[in-house]
């Protein structure tokens, strides 16, 4: 009786988590890739030099998925042993041994409905509408002792289940942006406070720093270095990401980095995108290994989808930029 009452718990645990969307990392292989107008989704200092105009099909120009959180399903349901060797069994013992003080789940879904990008002389336009959702769950290893043991070993204690938070918001988000070559690393602007507010709700958003930069091997080969925090309520991550990007003649642009993300460290990443005449479609992602079996896997992103470029060709030339947002 009290196996069955554990593993309902348990169910019902993966349930809640399971059916959540939240927020997590950002695709930092996507950061340095050359030819890819959807670089400055994480970047706006970046200057766009891919084509004169960019029109974004709604849903395809940039969906992406993202998932991260302290363990791995692998540590909570896998393959049994023995008399179980061809069943799914779940494991209780191990996933409380796989667990933190305190851990969290995290996930990011977003589908862009609008982008439009064109490029006047040394200026870059942009404006994008893109839906997201977002959440953000955490609980403490305690909970999960309790579920294990029950209160029968705390007879007459007291005992802390620890804090239970979660979050989750949608919203719409309309991008503007505006980057221009400048001549005189003094002739930079300082944006006007923004004269729209709301009164609905006041929340803050995860805060993203992003220190990195290039340095050009050659006219068709750079190497970019990227370290990016990030903080969102009791949760803070650090990634750093080295990557290799080059562009093959006018159609064809490849990336390939290593990652290291908090205790993660066999972060494998690739970014493609091939034109075809006007139309270019892309693939990103930082964990390779993840999409291969995401049941081990702690942290996978998905990016892809299609742009339409018409005019100016790709150029290519030495960046280096720091952004926060």
């Given at each position: 009786m009290k196996r069955i009452f554990i593993n309902s718990l348990i169910l019902i645990f993966i349930l809640i988590t399971g059916l959540t969307t939240v927020w997590a990392q950002e695709s930092t292989t996507l950061q340095f890739m050359k030819g890819m107008p959807q670089s400055d989704l994480q970047n706006p200092a970046l200057h766009n030099d891919s084509s004169a105009v960019i029109i974004g099909f709604p849903g395809l120009s940039g969906m992406y998925f993202d998932f991260n959180s302290d363990f791995a399903v692998n540590d909570l349901i896998h393959k049994g042993t023995g008399a179980l060797a061809d069943s799914l069994v779940l494991d209780i013992d191990g996933f409380h041994s796989s667990l933190k003080a305190t851990n969290s789940i995290q996930q990011n879904f977003s589908i862009p409905l609008f982008y439009l990008g064109i490029r006047s002389?040394?200026?870059?336009?942009?404006?994008?509408?893109?839906?997201?959702?977002?959440?953000?769950?955490?609980?403490?290893?305690?909970?999960?002792?309790?579920?294990?043991?029950?209160?029968?070993?705390?007879?007459?204690?007291?005992?802390?289940?620890?804090?239970?938070?979660?979050?989750?918001?949608?919203?719409?988000?309309?991008?503007?942006?505006?980057?221009?070559?400048?001549?005189?690393?003094?002739?930079?602007?300082?944006?006007?406070?923004?004269?729209?507010?709301?009164?609905?709700?006041?929340?803050?958003?995860?805060?993203?720093?992003?220190?990195?930069?290039?340095?050009?091997?050659?006219?068709?080969i750079n190497i970019g270095l990227l370290n990016r925090l990030y903080k969102n309520g009791n949760i803070s991550e650090n990634t750093v990401t080295l990557s290799a990007n080059t562009m093959l003649g006018n159609f064809l642009s490849l990336t390939g980095s290593y990652s290291m993300i908090d205790k993660s460290t066999n972060n494998i990443g690739f970014g493609m995108a091939i034109r075809l005449g006007p139309n270019q479609w892309y693939l990103v992602s930082d964990n390779l290994l993840a999409l291969n079996d995401p049941a081990k896997a702690e942290f996978v992103n998905l990016r892809f989808g299609m742009n339409l470029l018409f005019g100016r060709k790709h150029k290519p030339k030495i960046v280096e930029t720091s952004d926060i947002q």
């Open positions: 002389k040394k200026s870059f336009f942009s404006i994008g509408i893109t839906e997201k959702a977002m959440t953000r769950f955490s609980f403490d290893k305690s909970l999960i002792t309790f579920i294990k043991d029950g209160n029968a070993p705390y007879m007459g204690q007291n005992f802390d289940l620890g804090d239970l938070d979660m979050d989750a918001f949608h919203y719409r988000e309309f991008a503007f942006g505006y980057s221009n070559e400048l001549i005189k690393i003094e002739n930079s602007f300082k944006p006007k406070k923004s004269e729209f507010g709301s009164e609905a709700f006041d929340m803050s958003l995860p805060t993203k720093i992003y220190l990195g930069g290039t340095y050009a091997v050659n006219n068709k």
